[in-house]
């Protein structure tokens, strides 16, 4: 275990966004975990775990110790005629494991092809796309209390998943670090495609029975066509949440706006896409200086050389006004910000 000092964080988020740590240390097991809680850096110090850094946006250097989760490993410590409980390290990369998956022909994650991160960090947000959700296959997942430094287990209701959130992002914050997690996957699973980009591609190849490496593919297509690759351009995919409004407010927003882009949760909650207002509201594509709005995908706020993460930040601001200001709606960050 090395603690180093002054640490560049330029290349371990995805937003490109060249800030330092005041200490830093990449921790490979829990054994090393275990040793870091004893230190003073990390006693002392304001702490900030790490996974792929795909969905953090850095305005300042971060005063403190950075702890880079690279703890891996894949095992399957379960298996009935159905199913296969695969447990994996916190710091495996998200992709990765969905490709392990699919090559084994183990369904449940195939619509999550292609979403940046790690494992680790993949419950905290209930990561989701194209119908899926992560805690559609979770089970458990062990964690570290950092008070006490005792390994605790969280199963599916105790993660209190939502949209785009858990337990971790809100009463839990800073409290865990998560090590690994458990998935439950199906060796003959029914395959999600109702989302209306993936029907719509299947049905161009003439694909009626899709396998789940199909599925992935499709997924895995429709995501190159629309979102940024981070490696090219710097970003953290959707910026904002997509606001979710009751039926009154839907029905007084189409007055001014009957085409609003929407989906129906349930009798009186509508989900509205938020990349239908910003781009409605002019702000796709816009260009200021090193940054600004994907062209494809106005939810995207992209970096396209050192922008500072302050710039980006204060775009967001101004949309977020703006939305208000034209929708009455007041849109809600998806990444977090330091
Ligand atoms: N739309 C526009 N203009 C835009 C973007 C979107 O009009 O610039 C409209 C289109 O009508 C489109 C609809 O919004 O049909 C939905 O767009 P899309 O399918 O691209 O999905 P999204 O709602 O913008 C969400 C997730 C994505 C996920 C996709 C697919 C959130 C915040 N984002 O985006 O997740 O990949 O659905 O399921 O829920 C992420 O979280 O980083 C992410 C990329």
């Known amino acids: 275990m090395n603690i180093i000092a002054n640490y560049p964080l330029l290349k371990l988020n995805t937003f490109g966004v060249d800030v330092k740590a005041k200490y830093f240390v990449s921790i490979n097991t829990v054994n090393e975990l275990i040793e870091l809680t004893k230190t003073k850096v990390f006693k002392d110090l304001q702490l900030l775990i790490l996974g792929g850094g795909s969905n953090i946006l850095f305005t300042k250097d971060f005063d403190g110790l950075v702890i880079l989760n690279n703890i891996k490993g894949k095992e399957i410590i379960d298996q009935t005629q159905e199913s296969i409980f695969l447990k994996i390290g916190a710091g495996e990369n998200w992709h990765e494991l969905v490709m392990y998956t699919v090559d084994n022909g183990w369904g449940g994650i195939e619509n999550l092809s292609l979403i940046p991160g790690n494992t680790g960090t993949a419950p905290m947000q209930n990561i989701g796309a194209y ?8 089970v458990e997942l062990e964690a570290l209390e ?3 430094g005792k ?4 199963n599916n209701s105790d993660c209190e998943f939502g949209y785009r959130e858990s337990v971790f992002k809100n009463k839990m914050k800073n409290q865990y670090i998560i090590l690994n997690i458990t998935l439950e996957l199906k060796k003959n699973p029914v395959l999600n495609i109702n989302y209306g980009d993936v029907k719509a591609i299947l049905e161009s190849q003439n694909i009626n029975n899709p396998s789940i490496k199909e599925v992935s593919n499709t997924i895995i297509s429709i995501r190159q066509s629309k979102l940024p690759d981070p490696k090219i351009i710097g970003n953290s995919g959707s910026f904002f949440k997509n606001p979710i409004v009751s039926l009154n407010q839907l029905e007084f927003i189409k007055k001014k706006y009957p085409n609003v882009v929407n989906y129906k949760i349930n009798e009186n909650e509508f989900k509205i896409a938020a990349g239908w207002m910003i781009e409605r509201a002019g702000w796709k594509g816009k260009k200021f200086n090193n940054y600004g709005v994907h062209e494809k995908q106005a939810l995207v706020l992209v970096n396209y050389g050192l922008a500072n ?6 775009l967001s601001e101004e949309i977020i006004l703006d939305i208000k200001d034209k929708f009455g709606i007041k849109l809600e960050r ?3 910000i330091i």
Do not use: A, H, L, R
């Not at 119908?131 to 979770?138: A, C, D, Q």
């Not at 390994?151 to 969280?154: D, E, L, R, T």
């Open 131 to 138: 119908g899926v959700e992560i805690k559609e296959t979770f």
């Open 146 to 148: 950092i008070s006490s």
């Open 151 to 154: 390994i605790v287990k969280f």
């Open 309 to 314: 993460g302050m710039e980006i930040f204060n």
């Open 334 to 336: 998806e990444v977090n």
